[in-house]
């Protein structure tokens, strides 16, 4: 499949963007900025929300996974950085679209639970809801490894092939759920094969190759969008730092955190860029300075929204919409 020249530069761009807003997130948080009681850092694997948010329309819904990637969202057409920072820092969420950051339906966006997958039955609802309105929406619903094993992620899994409805289920495999070792907990290797036994396609896909993702998840969801109902994507990648600030990785093998900064996603799309002619060194600098400034001002920008009040963390939690 031939990615055209801007989308590949699109996606470059982000990649970089999405890796300073991870460090400003860090810088704001340990600088006391943030209201969230844990930090829950990405690094390494920014890949995944960046291809899919290259493939995905406006109006299509996206959940990205757990409880790092939401700040994310912000590769998402219509959405800024500062909304991924403000909502990251649990600031009183700017609006966006009418709503706030992280329920914004005209931006396929109907929320997350943090009692995780229990937001699995929201997101097929939406794909059910598409698939009545004949709106030609498709639904992308990630989850890390850990989490696929919850009940209502099977469920959904279940209901969505059942009903044929256009949604691409992603599982981001970074190999742990907190301190546990996927490989302790699976006993197939690859988690793809989990998708025969509901009736739809699964593939795996090495998570941190932009390209191969890219491609994988334009298969998948346009055969979603064209009635071919849903599918599983599992994209391998790896935590390259700790669950959440305060974790000491006492449970990490010596030398496996390594040998994946060898797959940094960031440098190996770099260098398949400029292997290309895609990239050249002055756009590389003038890229990286451009997301560097945005990352500066969009940190400015949203330490001016104020923190949530307890009061409107509980009015939220309830009556949102
Ligand atoms: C139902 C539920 N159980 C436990 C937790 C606590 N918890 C928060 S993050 C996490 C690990 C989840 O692992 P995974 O789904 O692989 O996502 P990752 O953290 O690796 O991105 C756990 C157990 C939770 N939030 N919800
Ligand atoms: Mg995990």
Redesign the pocket.
């Given at each position: 499949m031939a990615i055209p020249k801007e989308k590949s530069l699109e996606m470059y761009r982000n990649l970089v963007r999405a890796r300073y807003l991870g460090e400003k997130i860090f810088e704001i948080f340990s600088a006391g900025g943030s209201n969230m009681v844990g930090l829950?850092r990405a690094v390494g694997e920014e890949a995944i929300p960046v291809a899919v948010c290259a493939v995905l329309r406006k109006d299509d819904y996206y959940k990205p996974?757990?409880?790092?990637?939401h700040p994310y969202l912000f590769c998402k057409e219509g959405f800024t950085m500062r909304d991924g920072l403000a909502g990251e820092m649990c600031r009183a969420l700017p609006k966006v679209g009418g709503h706030d950051t992280y329920i914004s339906p005209e931006l396929g966006v109907i929320g997350k639970s943090?009692?995780?997958?229990?937001d699995g039955p929201m997101y097929v609802g939406a794909a059910l809801s598409a698939k009545l309105r004949k709106s030609g929406q498709v639904v992308v619903y990630t989850?890390?490894?850990?989490?696929?094993n919850?009940a209502p992620v099977h469920e959904s899994m279940v209901v969505a092939a059942a009903l044929t409805l256009p949604i691409v289920f992603m599982i981001?495999d970074?190999q742990?759920?907190?301190g546990t070792a996927?490989s302790k907990v699976y006993k197939i290797k690859d988690l793809s094969d989990r998708a025969k036994g509901y009736g739809f396609p699964g593939i795996s896909v090495d998570g941190n190759d932009v390209v191969a993702l890219y491609e994988t998840v334009k298969e998948y969801v346009d055969r979603a969008r064209s009635g071919g109902g849903p599918g599983l994507i599992v994209a391998e990648t790896y935590?390259l730092g700790a669950?959440s600030v305060g974790d000491a990785q006492i449970y990490r093998p010596k030398g496996e955190a390594e040998e994946w900064w060898k797959k940094d996603p960031l440098p190996r799309y770099r260098k398949t860029l400029m292997g290309k002619g895609i990239l050249t060194d002055a756009m590389v600098t003038r890229i990286d300075a451009d997301a560097k400034a945005e990352a500066d001002e969009a940190g400015k920008a949203a330490l001016q929204v104020p923190l949530i009040s307890y009061e409107d963390h509980i009015k939220w939690a309830y009556d949102v919409l």
């Open positions: 829950h996974s757990g409880v790092r990637m943090g009692i995780l997958g229990e989850c890390g490894d850990g989490t696929a919850r981001q970074n742990y759920g907190m996927r935590r669950h």
